[in-house]
């Protein structure tokens, strides 16, 4: 039996679509997912270092930013001085085409010094869906000294190396060795690079400008003394350069730029995580969330296909290079265009309001109007397969998603007793973003279409206030602690009774009454649901719930942050400092880079939070999530607070 690698001791460098992974003393050593990858392909298995034949004692990691990371080790030399005076510095990044690597040596010798110095490189195909179920390539591509195919005549790689080492290759392995002298108290560099070209890969290295770090904009004295502005900072700088380093485009639109879901399984195009995500940063950014609403409306579904899940003005979930399938636990099989997903199409059309609102240009807006109305065509005759009133979703191919919303793992959506929810599912969530969708798309209609869209901005405002009566009168149910609404509807249209995160995706939306508000507040906020770090996926009190249950006991950083958002938007900004603090001190126990999601165990019982092995670190909407925390901790004013979105002036600003 194979497993899916762990993640979390693991450094890296990433400048999508390239990432390379290694031990956190630099060695990538080809267990598990370690490895230099480009596109959905692991390319090196393994670069060693050794001097003398012998490895570096390694001492100390600096991470400088997603896209560079050094490790610094020392060399052993005369056994009779206990200082260590010799020093080894390797610093390894990444950018859209490759990897490069210095490997800097420093000596406090009173005489000069020579070592022999060598990198083997272990050459790889190894597809990434592959490797996350634990299994690995045995035909390795035959190697040379400057480069090689590692796949087909659209892929290749290339290597360079400064200091004239002697090379050597041998079937799968190539050996560099330098004989450098270091002088008396100085220092010598040499360095390798490994460039990668995959020319049928979907996703591209972006064209556009980065993202820049957001300076404070709001009253610092309003945070909450225990989370100083440098904190904060610390956390956006984080952020915004692993939000760099997840940036991607399309190639068939290389100039829309969006973001990565996340490093390493998913370093492509998702429409979920892109759009929230791009959802996220509209405080400090609206470039990014038009290159997304752009890229993925040129993928927007034009037919029914029941083997992909398209359907006519959908968005879709993922996408993969067109060799691939994805194959997850044995049992799921996706295409490598997929449509599984029940809440991109109308996450699409609110990203596209709320984008507009922040300062979109009015003729990016305009331009997406036709597709704008291809969504709104499908929520209105395609999402409601059965004509119930609310957007569900069941896989009938037998190997898609069985789940098609955020939680989109098979065990996600379970009863108050623990049991798994029979499809067709209809997400809580997924009808506020409809509700939502509903009023936003009435917006821009009258906005950009005239008096001709009146009638039908009349047709899209009565579907949200009819969809808010539904919701009210069939997902309602009662505990021993009150009232809430349950995580879903199952195939009998019955309430699955699961205590859930998911209903705070509702606030915000106004699919809730004032009422109803305050109760999805109080019961997110009960310590069987806010373990002091953020928000758990499920209750403690549901039979199922485990801390690093993947979706029902853990907590996910975006999760909290958008129920953080909908805090803000409702006015509960207590409420909402609370929580922002919590995501903050989990982001100080993981050295200021939120993961994807981390083990739900109270903070009052741990320090640091507990890692969730498998987690994706960086993650889009983890990273994103930056935004909303300063924003409720007072360092950038929250737009709530001004009744609507405004876009924060930026400085480019070290990381």
């Known amino acids: 039996m194979t497993h899916q690698p762990f993640m979390h001791d693991l450094s890296g460098v990433f400048a999508a679509p390239v990432q390379a992974w290694s031990e956190a003393d630099g060695q990538i050593r080809g267990t598990e997912a370690q490895g230099i ?12 270092l050794t001097v003398e034949g012998v490895e570096p004692r390694w001492v100390s990691t600096q991470t400088h930013g997603a896209d560079t990371v050094g490790y610094l080790s020392f060399i052993r030399t005369d056994p009779s001085v206990a200082d260590p005076l010799v020093s080894l510095r390797r610093t390894r990044s990444a950018d ?9 040596i420093v000596s406090a010798l009173s005489s000069p010094a020579t070592f022999a110095v060598e990198i083997r490189m272990t050459a790889d195909n190894t597809p990434l869906e592959k490797i996350k179920q634990g299994q690995y390539a045995t035909d390795l591509p035959q190697v040379r000294t400057d480069g090689w195919q590692w796949r087909d005549a659209h892929t290749h790689l290339q290597l360079a190396f400064t200091g004239s080492p002697t090379l050597h290759a041998d079937k799968a392995e190539v050996t560099a060795t330098w004989l450098v002298t270091v002088p008396a108290g100085g220092s010598t560099e040499v360095s390798w690079r490994l460039e990668a070209h995959d020319s049928a890969a979907p996703m591209i290295a972006p064209r556009t400008r980065e993202l820049a770090v ?6 610092a004295e309003e945070a909450p003394q225990d989370h100083g502005s440098a904190d904060i900072a610390r956390l956006l700088h984080h952020a915004v350069s692993d939000l760099n380093g997840l940036r991607m485009a399309d190639r068939e639109s290389p100039d829309d730029t969006f973001l990565a879901a996340g490093a390493p399984w998913f370093f492509t195009m998702f429409g979920r995580d892109s759009l929230i995500a791009a959802r996220m940063l509209l405080p400090i950014d609206t470039t990014l969330a038009a290159g997304t609403l752009r890229a993925l409306a040129k993928r927007q579904g034009v037919q029914a296909d029941t083997a992909t899940a398209e359907q006519p003005g959908k968005i879709l979930h993922e996408v993969r290079r067109v060799t691939n399938t994805v194959t997850l636990d044995g049992k799921v099989s996706l295409p490598p265009v997929y449509y599984g997903t029940i809440d991109a199409t109308p996450l699409w059309i609110m990203l596209l309001h709320e984008a507009w609102q922040a300062g979109m240009p009015e003729d990016e807006v305009r331009d997406l ?7 709104l065509g499908w929520l209105r005759e395609h999402a409601d397969s059965d004509g119930d009133g609310f957007l569900e979703y069941l896989d009938t191919t037998g190997h898609g998603l069985a789940n098609q919303g955020w939680k989109d793992s098979g065990d996600s959506i379970r009863a108050h007793d623990g049991n798994l929810a029979e499809g067709s599912i209809a997400l809580c969530e997924v009808q506020g973003y409809a509700y939502a969708a509903a009023l936003a798309g009435a917006d821009l209609l009258e906005a950009f279409s005239g008096a001709d869209a009146t009638a039908e901005a009349a047709e899209w405002r009565g579907y949200a206030a009819a969809m808010s009566d539904r919701f009210r009168a069939s997902f309602w149910c009662e505990d021993d602690l009150g009232r809430y609404p349950a995580i879903a509807l199952d195939a009998a249209k019955n309430p699955v009774d699961g205590v859930a995160s998911n209903m705070g995706h509702l606030l915000g939306t106004g699919i809730l009454n004032a009422e109803e508000t305050e109760i999805v507040v109080r019961r997110l906020m009960d310590p069987s649901m806010y373990s002091g770090y953020g928000i758990r996926t499920i209750s403690t009190s549901n039979a199922a719930y485990w801390p690093t249950r993947y ?25 909402a400092r609370k929580l922002a603090g919590g995501l903050l001190r989990a ?12 083990a739900g165990h109270a903070a009052a019982d741990t320090w640091p939070p507990v890692p969730y092995p498998a987690s994706c670190r960086p993650q889009a909407w ?15 004013e929250p737009a709530a607070l001004r009744g609507g979105l405004t876009v924060i002036g930026l400085e480019a600003a070290p990381v």
């Open 37 to 48: 990858y480009c596109s959905d392909e692991r390319v090196i298995s393994a670069v060693l």
């Open 551 to 575: 979706h029902a006991g853990s907590v996910w950083t975006h999760d909290s942050a958008m129920i953080l958002g909908g805090l803000l938007a409702e006015r509960y900004f207590e409420e």
């Open 587 to 598: 982001a100080h126990g993981f050295n200021w880079r939120l993961p994807e999601l981390f």
């Open 214 to 219: 957001p300076e404070q904009s709001g009253p």
């Open 369 to 375: 109007m036709p597709h704008l109305e291809r969504a």
């Open 96 to 104: 859209g085409a490759g990897v490069s690597e210095s490997i800097e």
């Open 622 to 636: 983890a990273a994103a999530s930056a935004v909303p925390v300063a924003q409720a901790l007072g360092y950038l």
